[in-house]
Every structure is written in C-alpha cells, then in structure tokens.
Antibody, heavy 120, light 108 residues
Framework: EVQLVESGGGLVKPGGSLRLSCAAS????????MNWVRQAPGKGPEWLSS????????YYADSVQGRFTISRDNAKNSLFLQMNSLRVEDTAVYYC?????????????WGQGTLVTVSS | EIVLTQSPGTLSLSPGERATLSCRAS???????LAWYQQKPGQAPRLLIY???SRATGIPDRFSGSGSGTDFILTISRLEPEDFAMYYC?????????FGQGTRLEIK
C-alpha cells in the first residue's frame, strides 16, 4: 500500500524557517516524481514544487521560487521542503504527492498533510 | 501561467441525477494533461481522472472526463451520496502546474 506521511509542520514567526519531510513507503520511491502542494484555509490547492526521480528536474511556483527548496533522499525514501523567509500567506496545509513522472505528472497519491502556521 | 476557470462555483443536485462540471483553460493544455480531483472535508484531494479522460485506479465508472485544448468536462452519471464534495481540475502540461478554484457539489 502506498503511504506518504508528512511531518515538520508547526507554528513559526514571519521570516522564520521550517523543514518539512515526507516519508514514503509501499512503492519504489526512486522511480517516481514527487511534488509539494499546499492548501490555505478555505482555498483550493496550490502546486508548489516538483522533483524528478533522480533530482535532475526541479520546478517551483513563482510564489515560492527563491524561498523554498525541494530535495529528496532516495536511499531513505524521503522528500523534503526547506522553507525560508516564511510569510503569513504561507499558512496552509502542506501535502506531498506522488506522480508517475516521465512527463506524466498527475498527482496520484497524496499524504494526509501537515499544517504550517506563520504568525507573530 | 495557465489559468483554469471552473464552473459553476456551486452545483446543487439530488442523488441519482447527472452532474456536469466544466474547466476552461486560458490557453491550450499541452497533450491533454488535465486531471480532476475530488476533495472531502478534512481529507487530501483524490485523483479521479488524468489525461482528460482516463480514470484513476479504483474510480467508479460513473465518473468520466472529456475535452481537449482549452475546454474540459467532468461528468458524474448518477450521483451517489458519497459524491457530494469539492472538485478541482489541474493542468500539468506546463509549469507552473495550476489548479482551478473548484466546484462545490452539494445535495439539493
């Protein structure tokens, strides 16, 4: 069974940093592209970033370009999102999601999400 | 950036009725890379349809997708009680990947 479990969320002050993790199991992690998506309270999902299976291709949304960094450790079946210079508007539930890769990037499996709250 | 506009914002129907949800893109979606997701309160989105018309694993055949270019449709042929939820379209043909604002399907 495919499982994605996010962790690392919490309360942080504006300008602060957080590192989110996503632990994957039930599939060959190194064969799939991975994504981060967030959803602010009462809003629709917002795609943030994707990383290909071997980390060769990385993309970001404009809203987080230069502030967030996606990475992965295939040996540890883990995906990460380093978030710096956090803003109040970054408050959201953050999801990791698996995509097939190779040009097919539908988000076929999602984790349960981790809540990030940016507030003074 | 491709902007996706979903309509209607809210759709009120009864179980057993047919639902038709629309997603219009501001420019052509490359290779028909358009997906539909269902989301219930407190849950993550769930993939229903990808490449505009392919059902994801385990999705009932009452869900179907169609369309190409800039106009896409999600149809639910006969609504079941568990189908009342939020629905989002997403394009993944170009970066940044973008989502529509959603259609709320509610019980009439």
């Amino acid at each position: 069974e495919v499982q994605l479990v996010e962790s690392g969320g919490g309360l942080v002050k504006p300008g602060g940093s957080l590192r989110l993790s996503c632990a994957a199991s039930g599939f060959t992690f190194s064969s799939y592209s991975m994504n981060w998506v967030r959803q602010a309270p009462g809003k629709g999902p917002e795609w943030l970033s994707s990383i290909s299976s071997s980390s060769g291709y990385i993309y970001y949304a404009d809203s987080v370009q230069g502030r967030f960094t996606i990475s992965r450790d295939n040996a540890k079946n883990s995906l990460f999102l380093q978030m710096n210079s956090l803003r109040v508007e970054d408050t959201a539930v953050y999801y990791c999601a698996r995509a097939p890769g190779g040009g097919a990037d539908q988000l076929e499996y999602w984790g349960q999400g981790t809540l990030v709250t940016v507030s003074s | 950036e491709i902007v996706l506009t979903q309509s209607p914002g809210t759709l009120s129907l009864s179980p057993g009725e047919r639902a038709t949800l629309s997603c219009r893109a501001s420019q052509s979606v490359r290779s028909g890379h358009l997906a539909w997701y269902q989301q219930k309160p407190g849950q993550a989105p769930r993939l229903l349809i990808y490449v505009a018309s392919s059902r994801a694993t385990g999705i009932p055949d009452r869900f179907s997708g169609s369309g190409s270019g800039t106009d896409f449709i999600l149809t639910i042929s006969r609504l079941e009680p568990e189908d009342f939820a939020m629905y989002y379209c997403q394009q993944y043909g170009s970066s940044p990947r973008t989502f529509g604002q959603g259609t709320r399907l509610e019980i009439k």
